[in-house]
Structure formats: structure tokens, C-alpha cells
């Protein structure tokens, strides 16, 4: 497909969403009647020569019992097709299942069906189409009214991510709170561009290489067809993630990687309707035998759960927020097992303003699987400091892959037992530095909250951040504060 037709309708697909987004649909739903349509057309399309493939769409139903229809018409026939396939089985139905038109103007709706009748949509190569999508996907994170931006993980961190893992053929990946898939399409990426594929290893990726679970209904909507579009699972096969909280049990499962951003909220809980009516949260403790501590911190059982899910030999990239690295009780005992029963070898401290949450400070922490034993596992835990010092904004200054590029050439991902300190005596704002597990050891509540950079600001009034991002941090210092008090309530009540 031509350059200038990519960018046609990727400018087509871009002003309907504007157009819409003026009349109050969100880029959500927006999306949403998207993945319907997208699926309908690409339906129609594979029941033709020359690949005449049925995807399960019932007579009456197809797209083109629809896409001549206007009006009153149109929308009829749009909300019967919608509630009949969310009756059926399998990956056609998880896609539709709940489905709804959002768009109430039935000209708008009429303009959509037209623009997306106007293109071969299977015919595209899969980097146009998930470039589509995926642009789609971050305009929905950048609405904050609707909250879709905790869902998104920047596609740089991501990539970065799986650059240093390097996944193989023929192996598993696991992601136990997957959002719209962000972390598969990387490794899928990886994988096709790094090894030459034989038949069978081509076979793996599409269909065996990935499984994960996504709590929210319409999250998980997106995902599949995400997926969809990438060409990872099959549309008659077992749908390649679970719709349910991945928390609740041990799958039985194990896997050869983990890549992962588990949501940041620190508690989990479940919404009931109490005796008078009334909306309540409880909040949710997780009892598995699996489990080195357990209690509602969704953050630290995320971490207990990816352990359980690795293979002996597995190794794992997780996104996890400060507090996992300081807290203490049951953060402690997490830290110090990981220490002892994985090889947890490296820190990489984000900087600020990179997540559509405000005032988010992460971290990725990468751990390796290792057999039973006795002995101490982790011997030295590398901490690159990509935090101290660096400020992003996602609109005026956005983190990009290549800002990433030194922390990649310092975790040596070709053999990360052949690294180098950045950090000196002679050079002490050099951002890669090694500890002894003895030294973390030695240190309070075991924390491995490690920074040494000098911060500029504090000596230069002159290189404050910008107001947005001080902003940011005191709203997340307040709401942190607020919750270390309702803990604190909570445990004087009980």
C-alpha cells in the first residue's frame, strides 16, 4: 500500500474522531463503534474470494445487510446486528458482548459506515492498521475525563522493556493485567524482526506465544481487537486473554517471560449494593497459599503473583510505583524474598510525567526465576537513575525510545554480566551504579529506594520543574499522605 493512501486514511479515520468528539462522543466509544465496524468489514472481506473464510457472522447480520442503509434505517439494523453477535461464542462474542451504539446522530453514524466501506481493510498490512489503532488508543489515553489513560503504558518504555528482555521463539509470555495488549504487539515485534521464523515458530507466535487477563469489560474489548488487527490468536481458537481478576487464583500455568504495568491503585476491592440500596467498596484480601504475605496492597500481590506464574528459569520486567521499593510490613517480607528466591538484578528509576496519571513515580524492576535453594539468589542489583534531574511532559517534551537508548546499552542486554558503573567517585552523577545485596540488606526496611544523583533544583532555584509537573508531585504527595491516614483509621478501627 501506497505512503500517501496510508496517511489518507489514517487523516480520515483522525477527522471523524474530531467531528465527534465536538458532539461529546468520547474517543472511547469512539473506538468502541470502530472495532465493530472495522470487524463487520473485515468479515465480509475474508467471506470473498480469494480467502473465503467465514467468521461466524449470521445471515442477516453481515455487513452488508448494513452498509447501504441511512437513516432510521441504519440505526436499526446497526443495534439488532450488535445485540445478535454478542450471542455468540468465542472471540466474536467477547468482542460484541455489551456492545451499544454511541452514536446517536444517525448521519454521523452513516458517515463512519461509508468511510470504513471505502477501504480493503484486510488487503492492509498490519502495520498500517495497528498503526490506526494504536494511534486511537493513545488519543483515548489523553482523555481524562474517562480514565483510559491508566490502561497505557508509553509504547517507548514498553518497547525499551522488551529490548532488554530479548524473548525467543518458540517461548511464552505472560501479562496478568494486559490493558489494550501494548505489551504483546512489542514482543510480537520483536520476535518477527529478530530471528528468521520457520513454519512452525511463525505458528507459535501467532497462537501460542501469549496469554494474559484484563479485569475492565471495555479494556478488554479493545485488546482482542487489538490483537485482532496484529494478527496474534485466531478467531476460532481459545481466546488468548481471560476477562477476570488474575488475582484470585493461581492459574496452574507457568511462563517463560513476564512483561507487565499492573494498575497503580494501592487496594483492591469489589462494588456491592449494601441492605439500603447503597453503593459500597470492600476492599479485597487475596488468601494464597502462594503468597508471602498476604493483605489488600494490589501492588505488592501483583508482584507475589508474577513470581508464582514464572517457569524456574523465567524472567520478568515489571512496572511497579515507589512504594513497592520502601514500604514496610508486608512490603519488607516481599523484598527480602525476592532477594533471596530470584535473581533480582536491575532498577530502572522513572522519571516523572511520562504516565496520563499526574504525579506517578515508577519504576521498572527486572527479576529472574531461579530453582529452589537455600542460598541468597540476587547478588548485586544494578540501579539506573533515568529519574533525578529529568523532567518529561507527554504533550510539550514526551519521553521517546531513544531517551531510553543509554539505559538499554547500560543493562547490556546481549549479556547483562558484562555492565559497567556509570558512577564514580570522579563522576557521581553517573546514573548506573551497582550494590551488594549485602548493602541492601543492611538498609532500612530493606528498601531499595536508591538514589545519588545530586538534584539540581534543590541548589538552583533556577532549574525548578515546570509548574505542571511540581503540581503534579504535590497532588500525588497529598493523596499519598491521605492514604497512609485511612490505613491508619482503618487499622485503629479494626
Known amino acids: 500500500m501506497a505512503e500517501n493512501n496510508t496517511s489518507t486514511i489514517i487523516s480520515k479515520v483522525w477527522s471523524m474522531c474530531g467531528v465527534l468528539y465536538d458532539d461529546g462522543v468520547s474517543y ?3 473506538l468502541e463503534q470502530l472495532t465493530y465496524m472495522i470487524f463487520l468489514k473485515m468479515a465480509d472481506e475474508y467471506s470473498k474470494p480469494p480467502y473465503n473464510r467465514n467468521l461466524g457472522i449470521p445471515e442477516g447480520y453481515t455487513w452488508t445487510d448494513m452498509n447501504s442503509l441511512s437513516g432510521v434505517e441504519l440505526e436499526q439494523q446497526y443495534k439488532k446486528t450488535l445485540e445478535k453477535l454478542a450471542e455468540k461464542t468465542g472471540i466474536l462474542g467477547e468482542i460484541f458482548i455489551g ?13 463512519i459506515v461509508r468511510m470504513i466501506d471505502g477501504e480493503n481493510w484486510v488487503s492492509m498490512s498490519i502495520d498500517v492498521k495497528g498503526d490506526i489503532y494504536e494511534g486511537l488508543l493513545e488519543k483515548n489515553a489523553e482523555d481524562t475525563k474517562s480514565g483510559a489513560g491508566q490502561y497505557f503504558t508509553p509504547r517507548a518504555l514498553i518497547q525499551a522493556m522488551v529490548e532488554c528482555l530479548r524473548p525467543e521463539p518458540m ?7 494486559c490493558g489494550t495488549g501494548g505489551f504483546f504487539l512489542a514482543a510480537h515485534n520483536y520476535i518477527s524482526k529478530s530471528y528468521p521464523l520457520d513454519r512452525e515458530q511463525k505458528e507459535f507466535l501467532k497462537n501460542g506465544t501469549f496469554r494474559g487477563w484484563e479485569i475492565v469489560r471495555n479494556t478488554y474489548r479493545l485488546c482482542l481487537m487489538n490483537l485482532f488487527l496484529h494478527n496474534i490468536g485466531d478467531i476460532y481458537s481459545t481466546v488468548p486473554v481471560n476477562r477476570n481478576d488474575a488475582l484470585l487464583s493461581d492459574p496452574g500455568e507457568r511462563y517463560d517471560y513476564v512483561l507487565t504495568n499492573p494498575p497503580f491503585g494501592k ?14 467498596k470492600e476492599d479485597l484480601v487475596y488468601n494464597r497459599q502462594d503468597f508471602w504475605a498476604t493483605g489488600s ?17 523465567g524472567k520478568a520486567a515489571v512496572v511497579v510505583p515507589d512504594n513497592v521499593l520502601f514500604e514496610g510490613g508486608a512490603g519488607e517480607t516481599v523484598r527480602k524474598k525476592l532477594l533471596h528466591t530470584t535473581d533480582l538484578h536491575t532498577i530502572l528509576r522513572l522519571p516523572t510525567g511520562i504516565f496520563y496519571k499526574p504525579g506517578v513515580k515508577a519504576n521498572v524492576i527486572f527479576f529472574d526465576k531461579r530453582p529452589a535453594s537455600p542460598e541468597t539468589q540476587t547478588k548485586e542489583v544494578w540501579i539506573y537513575d533515568f529519574r533525578t534531574n529529568i523532567h518529561f511532559t507527554l504533550k510539550k517534551n514526551p519521553m521517546t525510545r531513544d531517551d531510553l537508548q543509554d ?27 551497582r550494590y551488594t545485596v549485602e548493602e541492601i540488606l543492611t538498609r532500612d526496611k530493606t528498601s531499595l529506594d536508591i538514589f545519588w544523583v545530586k538534584d539540581k533544583s534543590l541548589a538552583d532555584l533556577d532549574n525548578l520543574p515546570d509548574p505542571d509537573v511540581l503540581a503534579a508531585e504535590i497532588v500525588e504527595n497529598l493523596e499519598s499522605a491521605i492514604d497512609s491516614f485511612k490505613e491508619i483509621v482503618t487499622a485503629l478501627a479494626d
Open 267 to 280: 487496594k483492591s476491592s469489589m462494588t456491592f449494593t449494601n441492605e439500603e440500596g447503597e453503593q459500597e
Open 171 to 177: 517461548k511464552t509470555i505472560v501479562d496478568p493485567a
Open 297 to 313: 496492597n494490589k501492588q505488592l500481590n501483583f508482584v507475589q503473583h508474577i513470581n508464582t506464574l514464572l517457569k524456574s528459569t
Open 407 to 433: 539505559f538499554i546499552n547500560c543493562y547490556h542486554p546481549e549479556n547483562r554480566h558484562e555492565r559497567n558503573e556509570t558512577y564514580s567517585e570522579e563522576n557521581p552523577d553517573g546514573r548506573f551504579r
Open 28 to 30: 472511547g466509544d469512539y
Open 99 to 111: 456492545a451499544q451504539n454511541k452514536i446517536s446522530e444517525a448521519a454521523k453514524l452513516a458517515r
